[in-house]
Antibody, heavy 121, light 106 residues
Framework: QVQLQESGPGLVKPSGTLSLTCAVS?????????WSWVRQPPGKGLEYIGE???????NYNPSLKSRVTISVDNSKNQFSLKLSSVTAADTAVYYC??????????????WGQGTLVTVSS | DIQVTQSPSSLSASVGDRVTITCRAS??????LNWYQQKPGKAPKLVIY???SLQSGVPSRFSGSGSGTEVTLTISSLQPEDFATYYC????????FGQGTKVELK
């Protein structure tokens, strides 16, 4: 069974950098899937942040691209998110997920349980 | 970016009701549309992928249809465990989610 687990600070100061890691078990991060980050502000909907392939190729949400860096550590079977210059608007539950490919389409089939990151001084 | 808009944003229904949620895309996305169910405090769960394919383990009362710019999710007979928020997501291009439809008990 594939499992994903987010970890990182739950509180980040405004203008600082949010850093999270997603540890993957039950599957190899080099398996040929993409690995995604999605966030959800309290009481609001889901927002795609970006994703990474094991070769370190990335895709980002254009609205966040200037502040987002996603990296991968194949040896540790994990991938990471950095979001810079954060404001209160970045307060959200952050999820990592696997993007599985079927033919020419994809879906997010395995998700972490999510971690709440609050931006506050 | 491709925008996806769900309707309604919320609905009230009773156990046993037939429920339909619609997702409209700003351009054709063929059948590259997925549906997720989310309960409070939990991660989203995949329900339907490729517009009409039922994810393994999901009850057959869930179904999806449509293609192009309009796709629907139908729950044929609403059960107590189905009260949740449902999101559509297009995978035709850079992923985007609909704003969600909250299904509440009438």
């Amino acid at each position: 069974q594939v499992q994903l687990q987010e970890s990182g600070p739950g509180l980040v100061k405004p203008s600082g950098t949010l850093s999270l890691t997603c540890a993957v078990s039950g599957a190899s991060i080099s398996s040929g899937d993409w690995w995604s980050w999605v966030r959800q502000p309290p009481g609001k909907g889901l927002e795609y942040i970006g994703e990474i392939y094991h070769t370190a190729s990335t895709n980002y949400n254009p609205s966040l691209k200037s502040r987002v860096t996603i990296s991968v550590d194949n040896s540790k079977n994990q991938f990471s998110l950095k979001l810079s210059s954060v404001t209160a608007a970045d307060t959200a539950v952050y999820y990592c997920a696997r993007r599985y490919s079927y033919g020419s389409g994809t879906y997010l089939d395995y998700w972490g349980q999510g971690t709440l990151v609050t931006v506050s001084s | 970016d491709i925008q996806v808009t769900q309707s309604p944003s919320s609905l009230s229904a009773s156990v046993g009701d037939r429920v339909t949620i619609t997702c409209r895309a700003s351009q054709s996305i063929s059948t590259y549309l997925n549906w997720y169910q989310q309960k409070p405090g939990k991660a989203p769960k995949l329900v339907i992928y490729a517009a009409s394919s039922l994810q393994s383990g999901v009850p057959s009362r869930f179904s999806g249809s449509g293609s192009g710019t309009e796709v629907t999710l139908t729950i044929s007979s609403l059960q107590p465990e189905d009260f949740a928020t449902y999101y559509c997501q297009q995978s035709y291009s850079t992923q985007t989610f609909g704003q969600g439809t909250k299904v509440e008990l009438k």
